[in-house]
């Protein structure tokens, strides 16, 4: 669990942005599960599966893809939604947010969950407005929901269309406190 919330504290940042943020685990181990707030976002300090590019590897841990909890309590997330809490099925409900940054396996990073953010997809229709959500598949990519249609579980809303497979989004996914 962590130490403090953050909430008007310091977090260490190594790269100074914590969208480029990859680090050992065991460098600063007691920030894990921290959330804090830089400039108009948010951001959780979370661990990846050590197994996350091994369980899928056609699903590399890359920038603007989506991480899923796979165990709320460590604040342990992974890239394939197979391995989500409840499993594939349930992984739309999973999200821990928005991977900044390639992370190592094992390796600690900044996931953000508010604020302005562009997501891979592979939906090129997008409108603004539209409620974004997790991809049904076996990737970790945003889809869309038409505007006023009623979605389990949105992360987001759209600011205008896709291109060239990037779309970008107000995040609001909330945070495990």
Known sequence: MPNNLNRVGTVYLPTGNPDTVNYDPNYAPGELGTWYSWQQKRYQIVQLDSG??????????SPNTLA?????EQYIVTNDRRSAVGGAAAA????????????????TCHVQQRGRATLRTQSAAFVGGDSVIAMNDSSAIADRVAMATPTP?????????????LVTVDLDIPSIE
Do not use: D, M
């Open 92 to 107: 739309q409900v999973q999200v821990a947010g928005r991977f900044g940054t390639f992370v190592t396996p094992g390796f």
């Open 52 to 61: 996350a590019v091994a369980l899928n590897p056609s699903s590399t841990v």
């Open 153 to 165: 579980f949105t992360i987001g809303i759209a600011r205008g269309p896709a291109v060239l497979g």
């Open 68 to 72: 899923f909890w796979l165990n709320r």
